[in-house]
Each structure stands twice: as C-alpha cells, then as structure tokens.
C-alpha cells in the first residue's frame, strides 16, 4: 500500500533561514506529487505539484520542490523563510488520475522574527 | 467557478449520538468527493472516496459511512459516534488531480 512520510514533524526557523521538509512515499509505480499548506485559521491549499517532466517544480511563494524518482523523495525547499510562513505543510502521494490523494502527517513551521 | 460548502463549521456531540456532515459542490459535474480527518498529531487520513453517485470507497474501517445521493452530495454519517471520532473532517472535490477542499469542521465527541 502507498504510504507518505514526512521527517519533521515540528520545525522552528528564524526568519531569512532555509527551509528543506523532507517527504518520502512508497510506491512502485507512477506517482503524481504534491504539496499543500494550511496557513493558521485557513483552508488547505496547494503549494506546488509534480506530474512529470523537470523534475524541480516551482511554487507560489517561493517555495520548490524536488522530485528525485531514485530516492522516492519529493522535498520541499525555501532558500529564505519569512514569517508568514508559519503553518502546516502536507506533502501527499497519488497513483495518477482517478486515485486518490494520500497525506503525510504533516510538518509544522513556525518562523520566528 | 466551482465552490465546495461544507457545514456545519463546528460540532460539539455526545458519545451515543449520530453524526450527519454534509458537503456540496457547485460549478462542476460528476467530481470525485472525498472525506478527510485530520486528527491531532496523526495528520491527513483519508476516510471515503467517491466516483460517482452511490459509489463509494472505504479506506479505513471504522463506525463512519458515507453517501452520495446526488452527483454533486457527499454525506458523511454515524449511528452511533465515538469519543475518538473527534477531529477535524474535510470535505474535497477533485479535478486533474487537484484536490479542493471545504473549510472543514472540527467535531468534538465529548
């Protein structure tokens, strides 16, 4: 069964420091990748995705994400935090359309001023 | 634009009652529904998944059902409700393989 794991469960950064979220999944076949973010009192919302082709995908906010298909890892990058940045981030797995999205257990942010 | 209300926001039930969640979609037909639960420490779970009117999918055994009577309803429900039924239920509606999820609502089983 598919299954998505996030390393860190809790991190605190100062703002203007570099972000990396660890994510990953077990799965054979072909995976589409996400990330979402839930800002405080907000819905969830997606970050970025991977389909397929450059393996590096771009965001909003100036988050990344990179896909490396040999370590089935897709984590999540920000080369300088800010404090809205503060919030929980889930990266999530599926087996391609039709299927449904499988969640890691989150990563908590907190970035302090 | 496609719109997912969910209600109610927030819930506070006694163990024993039943439970009814109700989610619709607007702006969209025939999209996959899902209910998650996102429950403290233990991140997103994915409880039912919907292709289709009356079709749907159980991924985790549990006291939960839930239904689709109408293309664009989803339902989530329970008989009977258990202290460790509580957390936060999320309804989404899936497209291109784009999850948009509801505002949720965090039931409390007390």
């Known amino acids: 069964a598919q299954s998505v794991s996030q390393h860190n469960h809790h991190v605190i950064l100062s703002e203007a420091a570099s972000l990396e979220l660890g994510c990953n999944y077990s799965y054979g076949g072909t995976v589409n990748l996400f990330w979402y973010v839930q800002y405080p009192g907000q819905h969830l919302q997606l970050l970025l995705k991977y389909f397929s082709g450059d393996p590096l995908v771009k965001g909003i906010k100036g988050f990344e994400a990179e896909f490396i298909k040999s370590k089935f890892s897709f984590n999540l990058r920000k080369p300088s935090v800010q404090w809205s940045d503060t919030a929980e981030y889930f990266c999530?797995?599926?087996?391609?359309?039709?299927?449904?999205?499988?969640f890691g257990k989150g990563t908590s942010l907190l970035v302090t001023p | 634009s496609q719109t997912i209300h969910q209600w109610p926001a927030t819930l506070v039930q006694p163990v024993g009652s039943p439970l009814s969640l109700e989610c619709t979609v607007e702006g969209t037909s025939n999209p996959n529904l899902y209910w998650y639960r996102q429950a403290a420490g233990r991140g997103l779970q994915l409880l039912f998944y919907s292709v289709g009117i009356g079709q749907i999918s159980s991924e985790v055994p549990q006291n939960l059902s839930a239904s689709r009577p109408q293309d664009r309803q989803f339902i989530l429900s329970s008989k009977k409700l258990l202290l460790s039924d509580s957390g936060f239920y999320l309804c989404?509606?899936?497209?291109?393989?784009?999850?948009?999820f509801g505002s949720g609502t965090q039931l409390s089983v007390l």
């Open positions: 999530a797995v599926n087996a391609g359309s039709g299927y449904a999205l499988n």
């Open positions: 989404a509606w899936g497209q291109n393989e784009k999850l948009f």
